[in-house]
């Protein structure tokens, strides 16, 4: 890749999406439309996908718009239509272990991995799979305690994201129902042996971190699971390691990323120094051994609600 090829768009994109092309807010760099774009040919030339929309992520982009708003870094791209769009989306916040810390802060992310139990995100060609709604809990609204469900977005990766299914990457709401206490429910079905149902309140976390998944806000969450309901589509999620690891060398070097013929997202780029990749190698067992040194504590007991 040219540093010209990095940040302008090619010849054969079409002229209305050339327009949202860039990398101001709301826009999408050119190296990430032009993998996106790609995949998604390739995934309709294979017979895999016959939906005309196709999606692409930026990671690299901060938490936060110039507006305060959350920040635009995942794109919902529909040529059929002439159909672009840029919304909030979260990335894997990571952890900070005795051996390794790759945590990552709440407004750029600096740290990418494919190891299972690491909580980061990991870029590549992803296909959007079946879904699976589950119950979380109950919570008020209303003044009635209602049941809540959070539907999940499966994603099936390529190449070293080949796990993503092992790690249950996919997508999903930005939000969890936070457990409070339980009370008495015995006809419902989510009762358990005691007849006692979680209660709680709903966090909402649009655009900041998760555990490795990508998140969308209530709306897109439902316009994105609706569009892809047995009819999939691809996913190109930028950085891959191998972006990862050439910004750092540019970085260790003295250089901007534009100048080795690589892309970063200039603010994110000045707040985190250089990003890392951590491979699935030499993390695994990292994480395998601080889950073996976890004290082992019996199953915590929710308090019983007072009203």
């Given at each position: 890749?040219?540093?010209?090829?990095?940040n302008?768009?090619?010849?054969?994109?079409?002229?209305w999406?050339?327009?949202?092309v860039?990398?101001?807010d709301g826009?999408i760099?050119p190296v990430?439309l032009?993998r996106?774009r790609?995949?998604h040919?390739?995934k309709?030339a294979?017979g895999?996908?016959?939906n005309s929309c196709y999606?692409?992520?930026d990671?690299?982009r901060?938490s936060?718009?110039p507006?305060?708003k959350?920040g635009?870094?995942?794109?919902?791209?529909c040529?059929?239509?002439?159909?672009f769009r840029?919304?909030s989306s979260?990335?894997g916040?990571?952890r900070?272990?005795?051996?390794?810390?790759?945590?990552n802060?709440?407004e750029c992310a600096?740290h990418f991995?494919?190891?299972?139990g690491?909580?980061?995100?990991?870029?590549?060609?992803?296909?959007?799979a079946?879904t699976?709604?589950?119950?979380?809990?109950?919570?008020?609204?209303?003044?009635k305690?209602?049941?809540?469900y959070r539907?999940?977005?499966l994603f099936?990766?390529?190449?070293e994201?080949?796990?993503?299914?092992?790690?249950a990457?996919g997508?999903?709401?930005?939000v969890?129902?936070k457990?409070?206490c339980?009370?008495k429910n015995?006809?419902?079905?989510?009762?358990?042996?005691?007849?006692f149902?979680p209660f709680?309140?709903?966090?909402?976390?649009?655009?900041?971190?998760?555990?490795?998944?990508?998140t969308?806000?209530e709306?897109v969450?439902?316009?994105i699971?609706?569009m892809?309901?047995?009819?999939p589509?691809?996913l190109?999620?930028y950085?891959?390691?191998?972006?990862?690891?050439?910004?750092?060398?540019a970085?260790?070097?003295g250089?901007?990323?534009?100048?080795s013929?690589?892309y970063?997202?200039a603010?994110c780029?000045?707040?985190i120094g250089a990003?890392k990749?951590?491979?699935?190698?030499k993390l695994q067992p990292?994480?395998n051994?601080w889950r073996?040194?976890?004290?082992?504590h019996?199953p915590?007991?929710?308090?019983?609600?007072r009203?």
């Amino acid at each position: 890749m040219s540093p010209a090829w990095a940040n302008q768009p090619s010849d054969d994109i079409p002229k209305w999406l050339q327009r949202h092309v860039g990398t101001e807010d709301g826009k999408i760099a050119p190296v990430v439309l032009e993998r996106a774009r790609a995949l998604h040919q390739r995934k309709t030339a294979e017979g895999t996908t016959r939906n005309s929309c196709y999606f692409a992520k930026d990671a690299t982009r901060p938490s936060t718009g110039p507006d305060g708003k959350p920040g635009r870094r995942f794109y919902i791209i529909c040529e059929g239509r002439k159909s672009f769009r840029a919304v909030s989306s979260g990335y894997g916040n990571g952890r900070k272990l005795p051996r390794a810390n790759f945590a990552n802060g709440r407004e750029c992310a600096q740290h990418f991995s494919n190891a299972e139990g690491s909580k980061l995100s990991a870029g590549g060609a992803y296909m959007t799979a079946e879904t699976r709604t589950s119950f979380k809990g109950f919570l008020k609204q209303s003044g009635k305690r209602i049941p809540f469900y959070r539907t999940f977005l499966l994603f099936d990766g390529e190449g070293e994201i080949s796990n993503a299914r092992e790690r249950a990457i996919g997508g999903h709401q930005a939000v969890f129902l936070k457990w409070q206490c339980r009370y008495k429910n015995a006809s419902s079905r989510h009762a358990d042996t005691a007849g006692f149902v979680p209660f709680g309140r709903l966090v909402d976390y649009t655009s900041g971190r998760s555990n490795g998944c990508t998140t969308w806000s209530e709306e897109v969450s439902r316009e994105i699971i609706a569009m892809v309901e047995g009819n999939p589509t691809s996913l190109y999620f930028y950085p891959e390691s191998g972006d990862i690891e050439a910004v750092a060398r540019a970085v260790k070097k003295g250089k901007s990323p534009a100048q080795s013929g690589t892309y970063w997202n200039a603010q994110c780029l000045n707040e985190i120094g250089a990003p890392k990749f951590w491979h699935k190698k030499k993390l695994q067992p990292i994480i395998n051994q601080w889950r073996r040194s976890l004290p082992k504590h019996p199953p915590r007991e929710l308090p019983i609600c007072r009203s």
